[in-house]
């Protein structure tokens, strides 16, 4: 199903969810509601955890009792007043997005509200490039620029018109450069998932830009269409076609319609993580972070090699002036996650630190708001740490559907195992047998209650001979507990290819936890500004 157009849904908000208390009594309550317990909205995803890598999916709603905070971050069913009555305030989108026309495409693609924003400034182009080979045509269309992103959107379809998507970010084929072919932008991410027709390649572009980018795709001899055979773990009839392209964007209106602030505001938190933030860019399309992140010797030797890709900031920002409290990336209630996100790790093999970039959409966070405070509430990160408990299968009673027998803690979180199954690896999650044995993986059914962030988590089996076995998690996150932990009610972990003939016992062992640390103090009022050369 595709997702509802953000216009659609800005429409929404803006008809029914817009009154809003006095900025300074809902900065109180947000700070109380902290330690609340609050339900969770329905959810379907899941998350599918792999032994190396994790990625639990979790969109958090919030109810309380005198409050409900919803997807556009405004506040509904409240009545409020102090004195004489306070005016409604608007705290996204002021003044409203100008009502024009948006390519179907982009609506899918969560791009409307950033089209609405560009367009009348001259900051949508169009390249005209439509190429087709042997059938199989490549078309780029609308490209979103601001000073600090470039949004390319790709559409590629087989000859019979269907939707195929052979080319996509993570192939690293299409580039922005200078007249010199040095790189000056590096492939970030969106964080919201999206449907339709159209892959997006998202690119944060350097402090140091040009007047006239470049943007390469290298699609010489570039196999298309074929199908994926899981018998020979190959792809089988694949066509080559030849969708190479170029074009130049011009970047001098989108340099001069933007913001940029250095700053130097530097945090060391207890274990030895330190914070640098490098700078603030404003822009028609959204307000940027910059941030450096370095470990000292100590926590470097405790984290795991990969602990880049798992590091997780989490802060918050007040902003009391429009109203706003937005709580990004944590597990609490009511996080968000930023719009465009980059991690940027190329610095680290030569000793430097790891670059990330936060780009908070318009509509949670106004682009021309003034005295934010980013105040810091913690972070998490994998570190080696283990834990075993011994599994016998034969302890698990059949008289009772909730009977624990295998029961494991660690560092607050808890874990408790009621019953057991055999599945198929493909039933597992796990698309491909790694030894190639017929037969089932044992599934250990629980549930678990996390104080720890869990995504860079890592299990491993060891059976009575001494053999490892690599472990799967499988589950979700349901509703956080009055202790602000969260509780998957329905969890699995997969030993896999380990079948019936394998034995009943075996040591279970969590040799990394996805720690999360809350023992900080740091608050930083983030640069402002005199004017916005867009609004002139």
Not at 89 to 118: C, M
Not at 288 to 313: C, F, P
Not at 352 to 372: N, Y
Not at 408 to 431: A, H, M, R, T, V
Request: no cysteine.
């Amino acid at each position: 199903m595709k997702p509802i157009p953000n216009d659609e849904d800005r429409l929404w908000e803006q008809h029914v969810f817009r009154e809003e208390p006095e900025p300074d009594f809902t900065l109180q309550v947000m700070k109380k509601l902290d330690s609340v317990s609050m339900e969770r909205e329905a959810e379907v995803n899941f998350f599918v955890k792999n032994p190396s890598k994790t990625h639990w999916m979790r969109r958090m709603g919030v109810a309380a009792a005198a409050v409900v905070i919803l997807a556009g971050g405004a506040w509904f069913a409240w009545d409020y007043k102090i004195g004489s009555e306070q005016p409604a305030v608007n705290a996204v989108n002021n003044p409203p997005l100008p009502n024009i026309p948006v390519p179907e495409e982009l609506k899918y693609s969560y791009l409307a509200d950033d089209y609405k924003r560009l367009k009348p400034l001259g900051l949508v182009v169009n390249p005209n490039i439509h190429i087709e080979d042997q059938g199989y045509t490549l078309k780029i269309e609308d490209v979103l620029v601001d000073r600090s992103q470039i949004v390319i959107t790709v559409q590629q379809n087989a000859p019979d018109g269907s939707t195929i998507y052979s080319v996509n970010p993570e192939m690293g084929r299409i580039h922005i450069i200078d007249e010199e072919g040095r790189e000056v932008a590096t492939l970030a991410r969106d964080t919201r998932s999206s449907g339709g027709s159209l892959d997006k390649f998202i690119f944060q572009l350097h402090d140091d830009i040009p007047d006239e980018v470049v943007v390469r795709g290298e699609l010489g001899h570039f196999n298309v269409g074929g199908q994926y055979n899981f018998e020979t773990k190959s792809y089988e009839d694949k066509e080559a076609v030849d969708w190479s392209f170029q074009f130049n964007i011009d970047m001098t209106k989108a340099k001069s319609l933007a913001v940029e602030a250095p700053m130097n505001n530097t945090y060391t938190t207890p274990e030895g993580l330190t914070l640098d933030m490098t700078q603030l860019v404003r822009t028609p399309s959204g307000t940027r972070l910059d941030m450096n992140v370095s470990l000292d010797d100590q926590l470097r030797d405790k984290v795991v090699e990969d602990w880049a890709d798992y590091l997780n900031i989490m802060y918050h920002l007040e902003i009391p002036e429009t109203n706003e409290y937005r709580i990004f990336n944590g597990i609490r209630p009511d996080t968000r996650q930023a719009k465009f996100r980059l991690r940027d790790q190329s610095g680290l093999r030569d000793g430097g630190p790891l670059k990330l970039s936060e780009i908070w959409d318009p509509a949670f966070v106004t682009v021309d708001a003034k005295d934010i405070l980013f105040v810091l509430d913690g972070y998490s990160i994998p570190v080696k740490e283990e834990k075993s408990v011994e599994v016998d299968l034969d302890k698990r009673r059949k008289d009772t559907n909730f009977y624990t027998f295998v029961e494991f803690e660690q560092l607050g979180d808890q874990i408790l195992f009621y019953d057991y199954n055999y599945k198929p690896q493909l039933e597992s999650y796990n698309l491909l047998k790694s030894d190639g044995k017929e037969g089932s993986s044992l599934v250990l059914e629980g549930t678990g209650t996390f104080r720890n962030a869990f995504n860079g988590d890592r299990w491993v089996a060891i059976d009575t001979e001494g053999k490892e076995y690599s472990v799967e998690v499988i589950g979700y996150p349901d509703e956080p507990n009055n202790n602000g932990e969260y509780v998957a009610d329905s969890l699995k972990l997969i030993i896999q290819n380990f079948h019936k003939e394998n034995g009943t016992k075996f040591t279970l062992k969590r040799v990394v936890v996805d720690r999360e640390y809350r023992n900080v103090d740091w608050a930083v009022d983030l640069p402002s500004f005199k004017s916005l050369p867009w609004q002139k």
